[in-house]
């Protein structure tokens, strides 16, 4: 069975940075797509970015834009959201999922995703 695990989860201070990872026990698909989504108790869960699984093409919010890197290694089954310069909004707890390819493709839908992690609170300071 297909686990996924976040880890990297910490409080920052606006303008630091951050890197996410997932860990799956196995990709569930032999092309797949691996995306983050964060949700906080006053907003619907949002896709913040996707990757293909040969690492492009890839996926990222507006408003993460430019300041988010999603990159995984395939040997390891590991897959990573690497966050500078960061925003109180950014706030939230993150999840990783993993979905077939059609999932990659915009606008994401949360139902296109069969597989996700526990969660990891992400907290920036003001």
């Known amino acids: 069975e297909v686990q996924m695990a976040e880890s990297g989860g910490d409080s920052v201070h606006t303008g630091g940075s951050l890197r996410l990872s997932c860990v799956a026990s196995?990709?569930?698909?032999?092309?797949?797509?691996m995306a983050w989504f964060r949700q906080t108790p006053a907003k619907e869960r949002e896709g913040v970015a996707t990757i293909y699984h040969r690492g492009s093409p890839v996926y990222y919010a507006d408003s993460v834009k430019g300041r988010f890197i999603i990159s995984k290694d395939n040997d390891n089954n590991v897959v990573y959201l690497e966050m500078s310069n960061v925003k109180p909004d950014d706030t939230a707890i993150y999840y990783c999922?993993?979905?077939?390819?059609?999932?990659?493709?915009?606008?994401?839908?949360?139902?296109?995703?069969?597989?996700w992690g526990q969660g990891i609170q992400v907290t920036v300071s003001s």
């Open positions: 196995e990709y569930p698909y032999r092309r797949n797509c």
């Open positions: 999922a993993a979905g077939p390819p059609k999932s990659c493709y915009a606008p994401l839908n949360i139902r296109e995703f069969p597989y």
